[in-house]
């Protein structure tokens, strides 16, 4: 007998609190006052699990709420002084600034700010605004047509079993569901594989970005001031770069972004951020600061040639669902607010989801992507192969009659018996966190140790035969968490999963080689505690 469950019905539900989301609910409350809207957000807050770089165009966001700028998010800097660096192990040279780099006129700003002033807003269009509550699948008409989707159960056993305080997920019925979960979600995912939405994509690629918010000793900062690196102490076959945003009050973002296409199977993406920390321009600035807030999520890297199909039966796909992130300009928060607005005026227009993803690729935040598609995947072959590329895709406009293809990530993943032992000069550190645990910490991540495990693996005998032979159990490296372990009792090896220490970074889901993890929502409100990041 199928359980009861509360039903609630809404003109539209979107899926996720962050920028896309936000910018198609309140958009789409301008266009139509009398629609009914809802908006679930997973975070116990709006804004507790948002995390980018970020530095905002602000144009799009000018469009959406032109008085924003009247009640800035609490961090909001205007964009000074422009530098991109290579990094070797002891120096550091200034290249030119490539222009999609420059960010003249652009803000320094905490995303997670950002989704709190916007859901204020949505709120004062009467919009109901639920965060704590996670779509955990969407539902089916008798076609096959998405009409909304469950809410994750709450009060669930470790092992599934229904606890004193079970309340089953209410079921949210509507016309149209938008998925706005960002990189990876779990529903926007399904769907993507149910509709074959990627049948004629490229393969998605992803990057996994860790992020941490430092108080620098007084006198030390240079608000406004970005910096932008790459090289030491990555190799060169491996893509990724830092970020340095300098913010108010002697306070500084740093962050490292190492793209998770990365082929040796020791390599451990935290490490290397902290390792990069010790650069000796990077450690004289961090030098007797302390880190106040720390935290991780992968990006979508594919862009135009990875985009799914944004459409579907039902439902629609924006921002970091889709993958409309612009990788050369470190960007996406301005393209998710597009997308969000694009389809917004759509369904308001059409009052059907077929034919928007044609009109987001036709639009200005589809030729954005489609103008520099070649750049991400033309790093590929190696760093310097990778710069050569974005020089002559920049320099013609990204006219050229070719298009680049990505590969899937884990996919890259090398064996231990093809990958020769690469000899990493890195440094012993001093500055802190002094592990994955510690950073964990500052990500104040929370998750109720009595509630089922949210990372889900199909065959938990293949990491300890397959996966430690082949691969030696990547998990316990590229995890930035330490949510992975080989633990060995009674002479036997097994997966523990430490799920407590998750900060949704997803990470696993998308570098697992055997492709065997689904990261899942928990319980809602479940999760890291994002302090202005």
């Known amino acids: 007998m199928?359980?009861?469950r509360d039903v609630m019905e809404y003109d539209v539900v979107v899926v996720g609190g962050g920028p896309s989301g936000l910018a198609f609910a309140i958009r789409l409350r301008q266009l139509n006052p009398d629609s009914s809207i809802c908006l679930l957000e997973k975070g116990a807050e709006i804004g507790t699990h948002s995390l980018s770089g970020a530095v905002m165009e602000p144009g799009p966001l000018d469009t959406l709420w032109p008085e924003w700028r009247d009640n800035p998010p609490e961090v909001c800097v205007p964009a000074g002084k422009d530098e991109f660096l290579f990094l070797t192990r002891e120096k550091?040279?200034?290249?030119?600034t490539p222009p999609q780099m420059k960010n003249h006129g652009n803000f320094i700003i905490s995303l997670g700010a950002l989704n709190r002033r916007l859901a204020e807003k949505a709120e004062s269009?009467?919009?109901?605004?639920?965060p704590g509550f996670p779509a955990a699948e969407a539902?089916?008409?008798?076609d096959g047509r998405v009409k909304g989707v469950r809410c994750g159960d709450m009060g669930l056993e470790a092992d599934g079993s229904p606890g004193p305080n079970y309340a089953p997920g209410v079921d949210i019925h509507t016309g149209l569901t938008v998925l706005a979960e960002g990189c990876r979600g779990n529903v926007s995912k399904t769907l993507i594989r149910k509709f074959e939405l990627d049948k004629q994509a490229s393969p998605q690629t992803y990057g996994l970005g860790m992020k941490e918010l430092w108080q620098l000793p007084e006198g030390r900062g240079e608000p406004g001031k970005i910096q932008h690196s790459q090289g030491w102490p990555l190799d060169r076959k491996t893509y990724g770069g830092s970020f340095v945003y300098h913010l108010e009050n002697d306070q500084v973002y740093i962050g490292f972004v190492v793209g998770l296409d990365y082929e040796d199977p020791h390599f451990s993406p935290f490490e290397a951020f902290q390792q990069f920390k010790h650069h000796p321009e990077?450690?004289?600035?961090l030098e007797g600061g302390e880190i106040i807030s720390a935290g991780a999520r992968s990006i979508v890297e594919g862009g135009w040639q990875s985009l799914p199909s944004m459409d579907m039966p039902g439902a629609l796909l924006i921002g970091d669902a889709a993958g409309t992130l612009n990788v050369p300009k470190i960007k996406g928060i301005h393209q998710a607010i597009r997308s969000g607005m694009e389809a917004a005026e759509h369904w308001?227009?059409?009052g059907e989801t077929a034919g928007f993803d044609a009109r987001f690729r036709a639009?200005?935040?589809?030729?954005?992507?489609?103008?520099?598609?070649?750049?991400?995947?033309g790093f590929n072959k190696g760093l310097w192969r990778g710069l050569f590329t974005a020089a002559v895709e920049t320099a013609t406009l990204g006219k050229l009659p070719r298009t680049l293809p990505n590969h899937a990530d884990h996919a890259a993943l090398k064996r231990l018996d093809e990958q020769e032992k690469l000899?990493?000069?890195?440094?012993?550190?001093?500055?802190?966190?002094?592990?994955?645990?510690?950073?964990?910490?500052?990500a104040a991540t929370a998750h109720d140790e009595s509630q089922p495990v949210h990372l889900k693996v199909r065959d938990p005998d293949i990491c300890v035969t397959r996966c430690a032979e082949e691969f030696g159990n990547p998990c316990t490296k590229f995890c930035p968490a330490n949510v992975y372990e080989m633990v060995e009792e009674d002479g036997q090896k097994r997966l523990q999963i430490n799920a407590a220490n998750c900060v949704h970074c997803k990470a696993c889901d998308i570098k697992d080689p055997y492709q065997i993890i689904d990261w899942v929502t928990p319980e809602g409100g479940s999760g890291p505690n994002y302090q202005n990041l």
């Open 92 to 96: 550091r040279y200034r290249l030119p």
């Open 348 to 350: 308001h227009e059409k």
């Open 423 to 442: 000899e990493r000069p890195w440094v012993q550190r001093e500055l802190p966190p002094r592990d994955r645990l510690a950073s964990v910490f500052h």
């Open 282 to 285: 990077m450690k004289k600035l």
């Open 363 to 377: 639009s200005a935040a589809g030729r954005e992507l489609k103008k520099v598609r070649n750049i991400r995947p």
């Open 2 to 4: 199928a359980e009861e």
């Open 139 to 142: 539902l089916f008409d008798e």
């Open 125 to 130: 269009l009467e919009i109901d605004v639920f």
